[in-house]
């Protein structure tokens, strides 16, 4: 394969790009969730990075704070879909113990 320099780069794949519009109602709560793990994430990073991999008290309350934000995000996410936590959990739980029952817990892909 060719090389390519990045303004060529920019300039071709630009092609394949179209202006999506985000005037939908489950774009922002999708992107905040997105956000909230990402800052979960950060913290349970800098907690392993920092202390050892020790969850202190401290970190415990700003992880929760974190944790209800993705819930909160999550939850409008499933209010958009018609969808209620309960149900979701179910089919999760469901699916989940399939996977336990068929020895298939661990791997990839969704459908397994």
Not at 2 to 24: C, M, N, P, V
Request: with cysteine; hydrophobic share 40%; net charge negative.
């Amino acid at each position: 394969m060719a090389t390519i320099s990045f303004g060529k780069y920019q300039t071709e794949s630009r092609k394949t790009w179209s202006l999506i519009h985000t005037d939908h109602a489950i774009v922002y709560p999708t992107l905040g969730l997105v956000n909230e793990a990402g800052e979960v994430a950060g913290k349970i990073k800098k907690i392993f990075r920092d202390k050892e991999g020790v969850i202190a008290e401290d970190d415990r309350a700003a992880l929760k704070d974190e944790l209800g934000d993705v819930l909160w995000y999550l939850t409008q996410i499933c209010t958009e879909l018609d969808l209620s936590l309960e149900e979701v959990a179910e089919q999760n739980i469901t699916k989940l113990f399939d996977r336990l029952e068929r020895g298939v817990i661990g791997g990839e892909g969704d459908v397994r």
